[in-house]
């Protein structure tokens, strides 16, 4: 395709935004091939080295149970990952329909869409998916669902603006004049350029739905224990931060630069798309 | 790409301080708890949550208990040996079995002024046993006939029939005397605070704290010798650790992982007490498989308990049954009890005459808020495992998770109990068929006639042996597993002196003042 090879090749130069990319594909290769790296099994308790720094035989030392930190971090990658990938994919995929569907009709179907959005988007991000977990019960689908949900609007807003300023140009209109069917216009003509805005929301929202997952796991809403998520991982480090602050620090700094390289490469992204910077 | 500048900054401010804070801290600040300018010695605490109203008759929380028990006093009153002592009745007795008779301390006045008598005790015992009080210590008086006022310094009690723990329930600060005319005049007792005791009611500032002040014609000479004490709302573990090491409050409880740390600050004791609370994990006994018993036996023997001590509490639990170590001469040595003993092979060996030689799949359910909890799930879970047992971990959030237990939707559940000061509610509160906190649907006929035994006898050696085979009984069937009963800790700055915790009495500060 034509047009990712542009991004590829813009990205290229954009230096800032190469670091994000790297960052992406680290976690992302982590992800996927770090079980396969990880000395122990995460939730494997060594019950006689509880709260142990960092050695050799554990690079970021024991948690209190005696369970390898390092393996944990790197499971958790796997499970922010995963969450921020499935809930996402449910946020867009929900979003790119109703605001395609709201952009392109307009009239009652834009307020009935556009007033349920709003009503979502009055509640903070955090409140609405504890409500959603609280009344679906914690685990980590439902984690999922909530998040999914949440970003829901945030998309539907995104893909509605954009297809409201695509709607107008000309080749839509000459489209729909010379007698092209409805869903043959909007699959066909109005779909591929509207991608822009979409893709920048979803690194964006990537990074957004990994911090909700951490969140929702610091409440003990996310991911049930013995499973690790950096949020949980962090919630359970509460009490030892100061006898043994690695278990606070690695999760952390994984969640810190986690976010960080998602936020760089939307960041980087949405500069490459942007029509107006087009040398 | 500014903000992104900015960002970094922030974060590696973050960082630094982080690891700032690992360090050995020894700096950490001096103690300023001494006495206020004014040579007023106020006593500073750190309160884990925020008191949930201050009525004594209806509020359970120990935020609250804590506060008000300062204020109000019971007619008689527990010593560390469970034994019973005197407080607004000097004397009592007991002509026959089923009438009581309480003799009043005289010149006993409320912190209003009004006179404490015999009228007041009848008041506050009806307030407790009508309906629309809905009093935690209803069910305790409930087999009281009539309340009858003899003279201004004499009430007479008397019984449906026969009630053994009717004189700890006495004893208990939730049958506080209150005085009539100031519930008339609140419409409750939840804002305000009048009794009789060593210290006052000062004032309350939501989510800020509460203020009490000494009681200057308390019945009792050189008592207290604070000028007041003030509860502070800490919440957060660290906020009260941090408290405490700066000497912004003189005393606070902490949890058993944060005390190595506070022993390592010269400036600070550390005090601890053995607890009347225990851990455990609840079953419901009406849901396969835990109705049958031999699996409840196999799970009680492959559960390692000291582990759950040395991991859970840092080593300062002791194995409980029903009624923990801390309630003396009541309590049995659970150690030596056959279920105490870990045999996986015999654990297998229940496991497949229940019909589950390959183990079974089910779920524990915990509290999220109370990381203790979430803890020993973890490692039931893990122990569980070596015998077949899978379990899922469900955290719940505090109100969910106490609706779960009072409705039984769960398979296990894992909680803390407190066995509160007579035997009868550790065992016939949690475990008679009609128990009102018998959640897990058990049932069993010999344990029925022991607890009402024990609420009928007298004699405390027969009631000793009574709950004694109850306790047998119970750890060997096992509606529960009992787990561990852990020790509490006081941290206080070393200037407060005359102050020891007990299980009976964790904060008396009558002689307790700031050097």
Known sequence: ?279 | MKKWFGFCVVMAALSIALVACSGDDASSGESDGEATPSGEQILKIGNDQEPAGLDPHTVPAHSSVRIYEKVYESLLTLDENMELQPELAKEWDQPDDKTYTFTLREGVTFHNGNEMTAEDVKYSFERIMAEETASIAKSYFDKVESIEVVSPTKVKFTLSETYAPFLSYVASTNAAIVDQEVVEENGDLMQTAVGTGPFKFEEWEADNHVKLTKFEDYYQDDIPKLDGITYLTMKDESARLAAIRTGEVHMTTLASQSIPLAEKNEDLTVKDYQSTEYSYVGFNVNKEPFNDKKVRQAISLAVDRQEVSDIVWKGDAVPSGPIPESMGKWSIDVTEEEMYQQDMDRAKELLAEAGYEDGFDTEITTASTYPDMVDTAQLLQEQLEAIGINAEIRQLEWGEYIDTWTNGSHEMLVGRNSSGNDPDRSIGFFFSTDGSANVWGFSDERVDQLAEKGRTTIDTEKRREIYNEAQERLVDLSPNLFLVSPKKYFVLQNNVANYTPTANEPENFDETIIE
């Open chain 1, 1 to 279: 395709m034509g047009f990712m090879k542009e991004i590829i090749n813009r990205l290229k130069q954009d230096k800032v935004g190469l670091v994000g990319v790297i960052g992406v594909a680290l976690v992302i290769f982590i992800g996927f091939i770090g079980p396969f790296l990880s000395p122990h099994d995460p939730t494997e308790m060594y019950k006689s080295h509880t709260l142990e720094g960092p050695s050799a035989a554990h690079w970021f030392g024991t948690d209190e149970f005696g369970r390898d930190i390092f393996s944990r971090v790197i499971e958790g990658a796997k499970v922010s990952l995963y969450v921020g990938l499935i809930s996402v994919g449910i946020g867009a995929t929900l979003g790119f329909v109703f605001g395609l569907v709201s952009g392109f009709f307009q009239g009652w179907v834009d307020h009935l869409i556009m007033r349920i959005m709003d009503i979502l988007f009055a509640f903070p991000d955090i409140l609405l998916a504890l409500t959603i977990v609280a009344v679906l019960g914690p685990n980590l689908r439902n984690t999922m669902i909530a998040i999914g949900i949440v970003f829901t609007p945030v998309f539907t807003r995104t893909v509605r603006a954009a297809v409201i300023s695509v709607k107008e140009m000309e080749f839509i209109t000459s489209a729909a004049a010379i007698g092209v069917k409805t869903h043959k216009v909007i699959l066909r003509h109005v779909s591929p350029n509207i991608l822009a805005p979409f893709i920048v929301q979803i690194t964006l929202a990537l990074s957004g739905a990994i911090l909700t997952e951490a969140a929702l796991s610091f409440l003990g809403l996310g991911i049930q224990p013995p499973d690790p998520s950096w949020g949980s991982m962090l919630n359970a480090s509460r009490q030892y931060m100061e006898i043994a602050p690695w278990i606070a620090i690695f999760p952390a700094l994984f969640i810190i630069v986690t976010i960080f390289c998602f936020n760089l490469l939307g960041d980087s992204l949405r500069d490459l798309l942007d029509p107006k910077l087009k040398s």
